[in-house]
């Protein structure tokens, strides 16, 4: 079956570092890729992991473990514009992402 | 701008009533998802077309439907409306679908059945 987890609400301030986890179940999983989408607006790519490690982007940074099914993006400098939802979406034997509820970053001043 | 572009922007029908989304893709792009996202679904895959061709069905109802044109466009039909399809409906288009599949999104199209 398939299966995704990531917390509904993170809050942090503004300059911080956060995490935001995610686990899943994704029959022939072949990789993991997040998105952002502000209040409204459309969901946009951020990064795509498909090999253990982490891959950087700017202040963003992504994480996979294969292993564990598990990932996690890290957001560094925070700034109130990265106030939006965050999704992770791992990518089974059909390559189509699948998207959940995501995770809710409030940054707070 | 991710070069996809949905219309209508908005849409306020009646129950019952059939609707038509459409849908053009980012140059290039042969790959087109349909995707629904409403508060206590979350983001949910419909159905994907590539060049053409039907390629991967999710979640979608029966009295939905979609169809991509010979110039690459989609149209996304929805009939028998219901309440519970009030939500806002995205499409994305990628360059194909095999592994790094950046998928890139229209504004999307706002759907308010009353």
């Known amino acids: 079956g398939q299966s995704l987890e990531q917390p509904s609400e993170v809050t942090a301030v503004e300059g911080a570092i956060v995490q935001i986890n995610c686990t899943y179940q994704t029959s022939g999983f072949y990789g993991l890729s997040w998105y952002q989408q502000h209040d409204g607006g459309a969901p946009t790519f951020l990064s795509y992991?498909?090999?253990?490690g982490l891959e950087e982007t700017g202040r963003f940074s992504s994480f996979l473990s294969r292993s564990d099914s598990y990932g996690y993006l890290l957001l560094q400098e925070l700034q109130m514009k990265d106030s939006a939802s965050y999704f992770c979406?791992?990518?089974?034997?059909?390559?189509?992402?699948?998207f959940g509820r995501g995770t809710s970053l409030i940054v707070h001043p | 701008d991710s070069g996809v572009t949905q219309t209508p922007k908005h849409l306020i029908t009646a129950t019952g009533q059939r609707v038509t989304l459409r849908c053009s893709p980012r140059?290039?792009?042969?790959?087109v998802y349909w995707y629904q996202q409403s508060l206590d679904q979350g983001l949910q895959f419909l159905i994907q077309y590539y060049n053409g061709e039907e390629r991967a069905k999710g979640n979608i109802l029966e009295r939905f439907s979609a169809q991509q044109f010979p110039d690459l466009h989609s149209e996304l039909n929805l009939s028998s409306l219901e309440l519970g399809d009030s939500a806002l409906y995205f499409c994305?288009?990628?360059?194909?679908?095999?592994?790094?599949?950046?998928?890139?999104f229209g504004a999307g199209t706002r759907l308010s059945v009353l």
């Open positions: 979406a791992p990518s089974g034997g059909s390559y189509i992402p699948t």
């Open positions: 992991n498909a090999l253990d």
């Open positions: 994305a288009s990628s360059v194909g679908f095999g592994g790094r599949n950046i998928q890139y």
């Open positions: 140059s290039g792009d042969l790959s």
